[in-house]
Every structure is written in C-alpha cells, then in structure tokens.
Antibody, heavy 122, light 107 residues
Framework: EVQLVESGGGLVQPGRSLRLSCAASGFTFGDYPMSWFRQAPGKGLEWVAV??????????EYAASVKGRFTISRDDSESIAYLQMNSLKTEDTAVYYC?????????????WGRGTLVTVSS | DIQMTQSPSSLSASVGDRVTITCRAS??????LAWYQQTPGTVPKLLIYATSTLQSGVPSRFSGSGSGTDFTLTISSLQPEDVATYYC?????????FGPGTKVDIK
C-alpha cells in the first residue's frame, strides 16, 4: 500500500525553526517528485515546495511566500522527504501535507499524507 | 502570477441534480488544470487532471472540460458522498496556484 506519513509538527514561537518529515512506503520513492502543500485553518489549499527526482537532479522550487525561509530536501535511501522551516511567521500556521506527485507533472498530487499541524504563536 | 478563480463559492443542490463548477485562469494554461475534492475532515483527493482525465477510481459521474482560461467540473448526478469542497489547480508553471474552492452541499 502506498503511504505517506508526516511528522514534526507542533507549536513553535515566531522566528523559530521546525523540520517536518514525510516517511514514504509502498513505492519506489526515488522515482517520484515530492511536494509539500499547506492549508491554514478554515482556508484553502496552497502549494509550498517541490523537489524533483534524481533524474532531474533533485531540483527544487518554492512558493514566493516561503522562498528563502523554507528548504525542501529528500533522502532517497531512507524514502523520506523533509521540509525545513526557518524564521517562522504566524501566517505559516497550517496543516502541512506531503504528497507524491505525478512523475511528469510536479505539484500534481496523486497521493497525500494525513498532514501535520504547525502552529506558530507566542 | 496567474490567478485562479472559481464560481460559485458555494452551492446547494438536490440528490440527482447536475452540478457545474467553473474555474478561470487569468492567463492561458493550455490544459494544465486539475480538480481536487476535499470532503469534510479529510485529505484532498485528486479527481481530474489535464482538464478531463479521470483519476483512477473516481466515479464516472465526474467530468471535466475546457481549455486555455475557462474550465468546468461537472457532477452529472449529485450523490450524498459528493458533499465536499472542490478546488481547481493549475500545474503548468510555478507557482502552482489553486482556486479558492467551491463548497457543495445537499439541499
């Protein structure tokens, strides 16, 4: 069974850092691009970042709202994707979802994790 | 950036009704348009991609059409399990923006 499990969310003060993890199973992790999306409480969906597969040299892209603060990475040997979040702001409060994307279309999310809640508050 | 809009923002229809949701891009996106369904308290689910290709396992009462800037999601016969918020998303270039969502419930 294809599965994505996020972890690492929690309550953090503005300006601090947090690292989210996404453990994948049930498929050849290295063959797929992986994205992070988020959804603020009661709001819509927002794409955050994507990391392509090794074939595309693991190239990354970011939403303007997080560029320079967040870093997406992957460990294909462990089948884990990460989202390092620095200089967190209150507006980063959201449920963060990890997704497996179509190989040929990054951000087209065909498998979603259950999400992990990040709350940025003093 | 290309902006995505949806209409209506919400609708209420009877079981068996035909329901249509519209998504508009501020610039042409060819057919790089997807639709997601998020039922209350659950994770988003990909319904349709490339404007009209049904994701595996999605009921055939769902269909998509359009190209360029104007797209539609149609539910041919609304079922109780279709109560959800529906989002369109463009996936042609960064940033991969979503529409604001259309909330569908049963009258």
């Amino acid at each position: 069974e294809v599965q994505l499990v996020e972890s690492g969310g929690g309550l953090v003060q503005p300006g601090r850092s947090l690292r989210l993890s996404c453990a994948a199973s049930g498929f050849t992790f290295g063959d797929y691009p992986m994205s992070w999306f988020r959804q603020a409480p009661g709001k819509g969906l927002e794409w955050v970042a994507v990391i392509r597969s090794k074939v595309y040299e693991g190239a990354t892209e970011y939403a303007a709202s997080v560029k320079g603060r967040f870093t997406i990475s992957r460990d294909d040997s462990e089948s884990i994707a990460y989202l390092q979040m620095n200089s967190l702001k209150t507006e980063d409060t959201a449920v963060y979802y990890c997704t497996r994307d179509f190989p040929q279309f990054v951000s087209l999310a065909e498998v979603w994790g259950r999400g992990t809640l990040v709350t940025v508050s003093s | 950036d290309i902006q995505m809009t949806q209409s209506p923002s919400s609708l209420s229809a009877s079981v068996g009704d035909r329901v249509t949701i519209t998504c508009r891009a501020s610039q042409g996106i060819a057919n790089y348009l997807a639709w997601y369904q998020q039922t209350p308290g659950t994770v988003p689910k990909l319904l349709i991609y490339a404007t009209s290709t049904l994701q595996s396992g999605v009921p055939s009462r769902f269909s998509g059409s359009g190209s360029g800037t104007d797209f539609t999601l149609t539910i041919s016969s609304l079922q109780p399990e279709d109560v959800a918020t529906y989002y369109c998303q463009r996936f042609n270039s960064v940033p991969f923006t979503f529409g604001p969502g259309t909330k569908v419930d049963i009258k």
